[in-house]
């Protein structure tokens, strides 16, 4: 599971963790196998965390083989095998002025989940990843998006019809480059928007930056001349927080 052809070849994936499978029950995910090890526990939560997921099969693991199974550190006891989640556009649901995120072959796994989390906190309507180089079951998007893989709503898309349903919706795409003419905080974020963001190294594709309606950066004053991705993500999607108000 933590290899992704053995994710894709069984349409399933791992959830590690208190929160994440905390998250993945407030959810209604399935959970296929749970295997827990109650000597790892952190807290006194955790029986009824178990009881909510009614997992098909459990089991009970020692330290030794919890902590071979585990993909974390310092593991608490908890791990899960579930199905893949495999959204789709028809599938999300927006308010009344969209507010959608698209993240376009981001390649770290930490990135993809932090720009979940920064998502969920903002209140983004969706989160589209185009054109993936990490998968959203990746155990590590799962850690670090901190259980809000289950709580925003993501679609894995390619370009051209992440592009097309935008349009369709009459949602404005924002390219954010370090190379743009406008700064984040002149563009108006009140309207139906979404904001796309590419990789760190080479950043958007001509395909987004063409279909911008504006380009935005983050000014920058020192030696770098970007910033991390998710960083980025952060600044300006609480930038359309603030322009929206709480």
């Known amino acids: 599971m933590r290899d992704r052809r053995h994710r894709d070849r069984t349409g399933k994936f791992l959830i590690e963790g208190y929160r994440e499978l905390l998250r993945a029950a407030e959810a209604g995910m399935e959970i296929d196998e749970l295997f827990t090890c109650p000597e ?23 330290s030794t083989v919890f902590q071979k199974m585990s993909y974390r550190d310092r593991p608490d006891g908890l791990l899960a095998i579930a199905p893949q989640m495999n959204r789709q556009l028809s599938e999300i ?15 770290k796994p930490g990135n ?15 989160l589209l990843v ?33 592009a097309a349903w935008l349009g369709a919706h009459g949602i404005l795409i924002l390219a954010a480059m370090p190379s743009a003419k ?6 108006d974020f009140t309207k139906p928007v979404a904001i796309a963001f590419g990789t760190e190294q080479y950043g958007l594709s001509d395909f987004w ?16 001349d970007s910033l991390n991705v998710a960083m980025s993500t952060g600044v300006l999607l609480y930038e359309v927080l603030r322009q929206r108000g709480p």
Do not use: W
């Not at 993809?112 to 969706?126: E, F, N, P, Q, S």
């Not at 990490?134 to 051209?160: C, K, Q, Y």
């Open 130 to 162: 185009c054109d993936r180089c990490t998968d959203i079951h990746n155990p590590n998007v799962v850690r670090a998006s901190v259980g809000t893989l289950f709580t925003v709503p993501v679609v894995e898309v390619g370009n051209e019809e992440a």
């Open 112 to 126: 993809l989940g932090t720009i979940l989390r920064t998502c969920d906190a903002v209140g983004a309507d969706a």
């Open 209 to 224: 930056t063409q279909r911008a309606k504006h380009q935005v950066r983050i000014p920058m004053r020192g030696q770098a």
């Open 40 to 62: 790892l526990f952190l807290g006194e939560n955790e029986q009824q965390l178990i009881e909510s997921l009614q997992a098909k099969v459990h089991m009970t693991c020692d």
């Open 182 to 187: 406008d700064l984040y905080t002149e563009v």
């Open 93 to 107: 649901t927006f308010q009344s002025t969209p507010f959608i995120v698209v993240a376009e072959a981001i390649e």
